[in-house]
């Protein structure tokens, strides 16, 4: 089992949104910085003001890309 380490969170930029109810912020392997937002059960792009559709977190940020059916007759 491995590790990465990560670029490091502008704080500035960035800041404690737990008085929003929400947690982080989180960088991921993307680059992206992400709060989650444990009522609405999704994390929050504070750059777009927009939640991140669990398929996108999934395949952009986690890099979990679909396993195709490659079996043949």
């Known amino acids: 089992m491995g590790y990465k380490i990560l670029g490091q969170i502008d704080r500035e930029r960035y800041t404690d949104m737990s008085h929003d109810g929400l947690e982080g912020p989180f960088m991921f392997e993307s680059g992206k910085v992400l709060y989650y ?29 679909p396993q ?6």
């Open 37 to 65: 937002d444990p009522q609405e059960g999704k994390y929050y792009d504070r750059d777009t003001d927009f939640y991140v559709s669990h398929k996108e977190m999934v395949q952009e940020h986690w890099g979990w890309k």
């Open 68 to 73: 195709l059916d490659c079996q043949s007759s």
